[in-house]
C-alpha cells in the first residue's frame, strides 16, 4: 500500500537554518550550529570454507559519532554547568565528578521556513566529553565570540510522533 503524504504539495528539503535543542525540559539559549547526527555500523568480513574466492558482509557493532554543539558567550551557564558534571576543578579531593546525573537525554528539533516543528530526534544518554568556554581572541577581528561542547552519546532515533506540518498558504487578499 502506497503511503501518501499530508503535505503533498511540498516539493523542496527541509532548510538547515531552524531549528532548536532541548534538555532537562527546557530550549537551550543561543544555540547557532548542531554537527551532524552520524551512525557508522562496522562491516565484518568472512567467508564459507567451500568458497575461498569470495568473501560475505553481515553487520557488526555500530557507533554513534559525537555531536557538537556551538552558541556565542552570554551569561547562561548551561555549557559550563553540565561539563562540571565530569570534571569540576578546584573541587576538592574526591568531588570532582558527579557521575550521578551527568548523562542527558536531548532533543534537537528542525522547523521548517513557517516555524512549524517539522523533524525532532531524541539522543540518548549523552555527556559532555569536550568544552571549550571561549573561542580565540582577536583584536582584528570582527567576530562573535564563541563556546562550544561536544557531547557524546550512546544513540539517537527520530521522533515519529512529529507528524509532517501542513504548511499555510499566504493568499493576497481580494
Known sequence: MASFSVNAQRFDPYKNFKFRVKW???YVAGVSKVSALKRTTEVIKHREGGDPSSSRKSP???????????????????FEQWSNKVWNFGAGLGKEVSLKD????IIIEVYNEAGQLALAYKVYRAWVSEFQPAGDLDANA???????IKIENEGWERDTSVPEP???SFVEPA
Do not use: M, W
Request: aromatic fraction near 6%; hydrophobic fraction near 25%; glycine fraction near 8%.
Open 24 to 26: 532537562d525540559g527546557k
Open 60 to 78: 557488526g557493532r555500530s557507533e554513534y559519532e559525537a555531536i557538537t554543539l556551538e552558541r556565542g558567550v552570554t551569561h547562561d551557564k548551561d
Open 102 to 105: 551527568f548523562r542527558k537525554d
Open 166 to 168: 501542513s504548511e499555510p
Open 142 to 148: 570582527n567576530a562573535v565570540l564563541l563556546q562550544h
